[in-house]
C-alpha cells in the first residue's frame, strides 16, 4: 500500500494574523501613569530676601500624624469637617483698613484670617503618615481654595471658574480668550492658593 503524504497546513497568513493581533492589543490596552501633585515651586532666585512677616491668626495648621490622625488648629478633626474650616478660615475677611476683604462672606473674625491673600494654610505630616492620607487632605484642601474660587466666579461673571478654565482650553470656543484669561487670572488673585508644607 502506498504511503499518502500528510496534508499541508497553509501557514501564508500566520505572520499577518500574529500581526493585526499584535496591533490590536497595543491600540486598545491602556498603560497607568502615576500623576502628582500639581504644584508650582518658587523660582531660585539668588538675592537674599528677607522673608515677609505673618501674622499667627494669618496661618491655618493642619497636621496629620503617623496614625493618620488630623490635627486642625491644636483640635482633632475629622477629614470631612476640614474643607469647611478651611473655607471658613480663607474667607473670614477678619481684617480692617487696607486688609479688608470687601467680598469675603465670613464671620469677620478678628481673632482668624485678615484676607484671603493673607491666609495661609500649612501642611505638616509626620513619615509614618500613609500617602493615602496625605493625598486626601491635600484634595481637601484644594476643594476649599476651589469651592471659594467656584462661587467668587460665579458672583463675578455667572459660571464657575472651572467652566471658565474649559472654555480656556477649548480650542473650538469662539469667546473672547484674553478677557476670560484676564477673568481667571482676577478670581485666582482674589482668592490665591497659598498651601505651604512644612518639613
Not at 137 to 148: C, K, M, S, T
Amino acid at each position: 500500500m502506498a504511503k499518502r503524504s500528510a496534508p499541508e497546513v497553509n501557514a501564508g497568513s500566520m505572520a499577518d494574523i500574529a500581526f493585526l493581533l499584535l496591533i490590536f492589543f497595543l491600540v486598545t490596552t491602556t498603560i497607568e501613569t502615576d500623576t502628582g501633585l500639581n504644584r508650582r515651586l518658587p523660582p531660585i532666585d539668588d538675592q537674599e530676601v528677607e522673608p515677609p512677616i505673618i501674622r499667627q491668626k494669618n496661618i491655618f495648621t493642619v497636621l496629620i500624624n503617623g496614625k493618620n490622625q488630623l490635627m486642625v488648629e491644636d483640635e482633632l478633626m475629622e477629614l470631612k469637617d476640614l474643607r469647611q474650616a478651611a473655607v471658613e478660615f480663607l474667607d473670614n475677611g477678619g481684617g480692617t483698613g487696607e486688609e479688608a476683604c470687601s467680598y469675603c462672606q465670613g464671620k469677620k473674625d478678628p481673632k482668624s484670617s485678615d484676607n484671603p491673600d493673607k491666609a495661609i494654610i500649612s501642611l505638616k505630616n509626620e513619615r509614618e503618615t500613609k500617602y493615602g492620607t496625605y493625598i486626601s487632605v491635600q484634595n481637601e484642601l484644594v476643594a476649599a481654595y476651589n469651592q471659594l474660587r467656584d462661587r467668587r466666579a460665579t458672583e463675578l461673571y455667572g459660571t464657575t471658574l472651572k467652566e471658565m478654565e474649559a472654555n480656556y482650553k477649548d480650542v473650538n470656543w469662539i469667546g473672547n480668550k484674553d478677557a476670560l484669561k484676564e477673568k481667571i487670572e482676577r478670581v485666582k488673585i482674589e482668592y490665591p492658593q497659598k498651601l505651604s508644607e512644612v518639613q
